[in-house]
C-alpha cells in the first residue's frame, strides 16, 4: 500500500469522527477482547497531557489512517519514563514501514520530552513486530511482567 518513506505521523489533536471510526477499525486488528473505545472515552485519550496518539497517513492522503499507537510519557521519583502501547497498523498496510515509521515518532517525542527509557511489551506470537523492535534498538528484557485484572466501578 505505501513504503515506509511515504508516511506521515502525526499526533491526534482532536478526537471528530473521523479519527473516531479509524481507531474503530484498527483495535480489531489489534485485540479481539478488547473493544474500541467510544468517542468519548477517545476524546480523553487525545486531551491527557501524558498520552500521545500518534497516526499513520499516507502523504498526501490525510484521511486514510494506516496506523496508530500510543506513547505515555510520565514523570516517576525516578526520571521521565515513556511506555509505548497499542501499536497497531492495518493488515493492508503491514509489512511497509508503517509500525516503525510511527515507532521512531514516538521514541523521538520520549527524547525531546526527557525520557530515559522507553519501554513496551509485545506477544511472542507477534514475530514480525518482535523483530522489528529489535531492528530499532530494544532490547528484551530479563523480568517478571505481572497483571491483575481490576474490577471496574458500575
Given at each position: 500500500?505505501?513504503?515506509g ?21 484498527l ?50 521519583p ?41 519501554e ?35
Open positions: 500500500m505505501t513504503d518513506s511515504s508516511v506521515i505521523i502525526t499526533e491526534a489533536e482532536t478526537a471528530d469522527d473521523a479519527l473516531w471510526e479509524a481507531v474503530a477499525r483495535i480489531p486488528q489489534l485485540s479481539r477482547s478488547s473493544p474500541p473505545p467510544t468517542i468519548e472515552q477517545l476524546r480523553l485519550i487525545v486531551d491527557d497531557p501524558t498520552t500521545t496518539l500518534l497516526v499513520a497517513t499516507k502523504e498526501g492522503d490525510d484521511t486514510t489512517v494506516l496506523g496508530m499507537l500510543t506513547v505515555a510519557i510520565f514523570t516517576l525516578t526520571g521521565v519514563r515513556a511506555w509505548v502501547e497499542d501499536v497497531v497498523v492495518d493488515d493492508e498496510a503491514r509489512g511497509s514501514g508503517v509500525a516503525g515509521a510511527l515507532v521512531n515518532a514516538a521514541l523521538e517525542r520520549a527524547q525531546e520530552r526527557g525520557a530515559r527509557t522507553v513496551l511489551t509485545s506477544r511472542p506470537d507477534r514475530e514480525a513486530a518482535n523483530r522489528l523492535y529489535v531492528r530499532l534498538g530494544f532490547v528484551r528484557r530479563e523480568t517478571n511482567v505481572y497483571r491483575r485484572t481490576l474490577r471496574l466501578p458500575r
